[in-house]
């Protein structure tokens, strides 16, 4: 896990005020245009989701997706009270929910991750590109501790079906214990619409049941 270091924006980006406008942000072949209809948002939080994007994004497409979109969209709406929801290269963020959580920085690293996989009308399962983004944050984010985000503790209750962090650890259980590189192949297949009940036997010799049942014994990762 990286440590977070806020970067000095003027020395690195150029662009145009946020509010009442649009900041269009370039570096490194990757632009970022960040608009929003919340003329109140805080300057130094939307720096950070800024920061936070040139920092996890490339590393991201480098990892799982090289073909993934260059100029990706960012958008902070009043209206919007989920968390943040992303579609076609454009992330939503709930101007509501991240002023009272300015610390939930790695939102942008979930979310960028849903424009990494691409995954449009896949035949995959749900639980999947969810569990991949959160193991993807986990990986990958710039500041989960300070922000109190981390993997859940594994209890009986729980099914590897559950998406988000509960799959997410499963699969870094699978990544550690069992195939490493198995969630990259996973994305992939997801990516390429070739996920079959099979997949899991295919990657790793086991059923997602067995692998759960092999998890749920000894779940330490």
């Not at 992330?91 to 942008?108: A, C, N, Q, R, W």
């Not at 619409?193 to 990657?203: A, G, I, Q, V, W």
Request: hydrophobic residues 35%; proline residues 3%.
């Amino acid at each position: 896990m990286k440590k977070y270091a806020l970067l000095l924006l003027c020395s690195i980006y150029a662009g145009a005020s946020f509010a009442g406008g649009i900041d269009t942000l370039k570096k490194n072949g990757y632009t970022l245009i960040v608009s929003g209809n919340d003329d109140n948002f805080d300057k130094g939080l939307k720096d950070k989701l800024i920061n936070t994007f040139f920092e996890v994004y490339p590393g991201l497409v480098k990892e799982y997706n090289k073909n993934s979109l260059k100029q990706v969209a960012f958008f902070i709406d009043t209206a919007y009270h989920g968390v943040a929801a992303t579609d076609n290269g454009r992330v939503v963020f709930s101007s509501e929910y991240m002023t009272k959580h300015p610390g939930d920085i790695d939102v942008v690293t979930h979310e960028v991750m849903h424009i990494v996989q691409d995954y449009g009308q896949t035949n995959g399962p749900w639980w999947i590109t969810e569990g991949i983004a959160d193991y993807a944050r986990n990986e990958h984010g710039v500041a989960n501790a300070a922000a109190g985000w981390k993997l859940p503790d594994y209890k009986p209750t729980q099914n590897f079906d559950n998406s988000y962090r509960v799959t997410a650890r499963f699969f870094t259980w699978i990544e550690k214990k069992v195939k490493k590189g198995t969630v990259k192949k996973l994305d992939d297949i997801m990516r390429k619409h070739t996920y079959t009940n099979n997949t899991f036997k295919d990657l790793t010799g086991k059923t997602v049941e067995e692998l759960w049942k092999e998890y749920s014994a000894n779940p330490l990762v």
